[in-house]
């Protein structure tokens, strides 16, 4: 890691952690439910991740003002993904960016399109 970037973290379910640990995230958390939830808090009031993964299947166990949380901050920006096999649908590219930056990316031209 660069010296002064903030690592990665991701709590979910087993199936969900396990798999991004694979791919070389070290900073794992098993949890479900309202532990999960009260987890995902205090990695969130930590600062010291940049970036927090966290299972979609924790958002209805958190409080209504720390889901708005969740929902403005940028540092560390939580990103909720459905846990694997749930057929849930993850959270566009486009909707992300208007969420985290205020930008409508479906409006933008690339340079030299007509």
């Keep these: 890691m660069h010296e002064g970037r903030k690592?990665?973290?991701v709590i979910g379910e087993r199936e969900l952690v396990i798999g991004l640990r694979l791919i070389g995230l070290r900073d794992t958390?098993?949890?479900?439910?309202?532990?999960?939830?009260n987890e995902l808090v205090s990695l969130v009031k930590s600062g010291k991740?940049?970036?927090i993964l966290a299972s979609?299947?924790?958002?209805?166990?958190?409080?209504?003002?720390a889901r708005t949380a969740f929902e403005r901050t940028?540092?560390?920006?939580?990103?909720?993904?459905?846990?694997p096999g749930t057929g849930e649908e993850e959270e566009s590219v486009s909707a992300?960016?208007?969420?985290?930056?205020?930008i409508s990316v479906?409006?933008?031209r690339m340079p030299g399109a007509k």
């Design 29 to 37: 958390f098993i949890g479900s439910s309202e532990a999960g939830a």
């Design 74 to 83: 940028l540092d560390p920006l939580v990103v909720f993904l459905p846990t």
């Design 49 to 51: 991740y940049s970036l």
């Design 56 to 65: 979609e299947e924790l958002r209805p166990f958190l409080s209504a003002q």
């Design 106 to 108: 479906e409006n933008l």
């Design 7 to 9: 690592p990665i973290a």
């Design 96 to 102: 992300l960016a208007k969420r985290v930056l205020g």
